[in-house]
C-alpha cells in the first residue's frame, strides 16, 4: 500500500501483541475483547456470543463481515438495557459448518440469538443489516425496533469492488502474513487516520483478532449474493426503524440506504456526507443511536 508500512513505528500504538497493558491508548474504535461464551443453536450451530448491561429491553447487535464483537460494541455504548453480541458463523469463535452459506444461514444464526436472550431490537452492520433484512422478510414482526448501519445489500448482489476486497482479505488471512492483512484492513480508516497512533491501535487490535480467528472459507461466496429477492418483502415490516447511511462509500452505496429506507413503512433515513464515520462522526453516531432505541 502506498504510504503504508508494517510493523508500526515504535511509538504509534500499543506496544505488545494482543490484549493487555499495551492496548490502544487512544481513538479506539473497536473496544478490549472481555470473555466470551460459546451457545448453542437450534440449528445445531454453535455460536460466540457476549451480553453486557442489565435489564430489559434487550438489543441483539449484528456485525460485518470480517469484523465481530469488538468491533460492534461501540454501537451499543450508549444503549439501555441487556446488549447482545455475537460472531456470525466463520467468524471468531463461532463453528464454521460446510459451505457455501447463504443469507438465510446468517438470518438463522441472528435469529437463534436474539430467540435465546429475548431480544425484542435489532441492530445490523453491514453484512449483518443484510442478514437482518432476510430475517425480516420471513418474520417482518419479530422486532420492536429496528437500526440498519451501512447496509451494503438488498435485492442485487454487491459489486466488484466490494467483492475484491473480501476476496483479498480472507486471502491475506490465509497466508497467515501480518503484513498483508494489515494492507487490507488499513482500508477501512480514513486516509486521515492512516500512520497514526490511533489507527496503529486500530489495526493491531484487527489482526489480532483475525489472524487468531481465522475466517471461513464459506463467506467468499456471500458478496455474490443478495439477502432478498425483491425488496418489497420488507413492506410487512411494522417496527419503526433508524437507517444510517453514508456518502462516498463504495463498500456501502448510499443507494441501498435510501432503498431500505423507502422499503421500510417506518423508516427515519440520515446519511452522513462522508465515509469513515466511526472516526470522524463518533460521538454523533452514538448519540444517534442509543436516542433512537432508547426512546
Request: glycine share 12%; aromatic share 6%.
Amino acid at each position: 500500500m502506498r504510504g503504508f508500512r508494517w510493523p508500526p513505528p515504535p511509538d504509534s500504538g500499543p506496544r505488545s501483541w494482543g490484549p493487555g497493558p499495551g492496548g490502544p491508548r487512544t481513538g479506539r474504535p473497536a473496544l478490549p475483547e472481555p470473555e466470551t461464551e460459546l451457545v448453542t443453536t437450534p440449528h445445531g450451530v454453535h455460536l460466540e456470543r457476549l451480553v453486557t448491561g442489565t435489564g430489559d429491553p434487550v438489543t441483539v447487535f449484528a456485525h460485518g463481515l470480517g469484523n465481530g464483537i469488538a468491533t460492534t460494541r461501540p454501537f451499543g455504548s450508549g444503549v439501555t438495557g441487556r446488549k447482545v453480541f455475537f460472531q456470525f458463523r466463520g467468524h471468531g469463535r463461532s463453528d464454521s459448518p460446510d459451505g457455501p452459506w447463504t443469507y438465510l444461514d446468517l438470518a438463522r444464526d441472528l435469529r437463534a440469538i436474539a430467540d435465546l436472550t429475548g431480544a425484542s431490537r435489532a441492530f445490523g452492520a453491514s453484512l449483518g443489516a443484510g442478514a437482518l433484512c432476510r430475517l425480516l422478510a420471513e418474520s417482518p414482526e419479530r422486532f420492536e425496533k429496528l437500526v440498519f448501519f451501512l447496509p451494503a445489500v438488498l435485492d442485487e448482489p454487491r459489486g466488484p469492488v466490494a467483492r475484491e476486497r473480501v476476496t483479498d482479505l480472507i486471502e491475506a488471512v490465509e497466508s497467515g502474513d501480518a503484513s498483508a492483512v494489515a494492507d487490507v484492513v488499513s482500508l477501512e480508516l480514513p486516509a486521515a487516520v492512516r500512520n497514526t497512533p490511533a489507527g496503529w491501535a486500530y489495526l493491531r487490535q484487527r489482526l489480532d483478532q483475525l489472524l487468531r480467528d481465522g475466517l471461513a472459507d464459506g463467506l467468499a461466496t456471500l458478496p455474490d449474493q443478495a439477502p432478498l429477492g425483491d425488496v418489497t418483502a420488507l413492506a410487512a415490516v411494522t417496527a419503526p426503524a433508524l437507517v444510517i447511511g453514508c456518502a462516498g462509500d463504495d463498500l456501502h452505496p448510499v443507494e441501498v440506504a435510501e432503498r431500505l429506507a423507502a422499503a421500510l413503512p417506518r423508516a427515519t433515513l440520515h446519511v452522513y456526507d462522508r465515509p469513515g464515520v466511526l472516526w470522524s462522526e463518533r460521538a454523533d453516531l452514538r448519540e444517534r443511536i442509543s436516542g433512537f432505541l432508547n426512546e
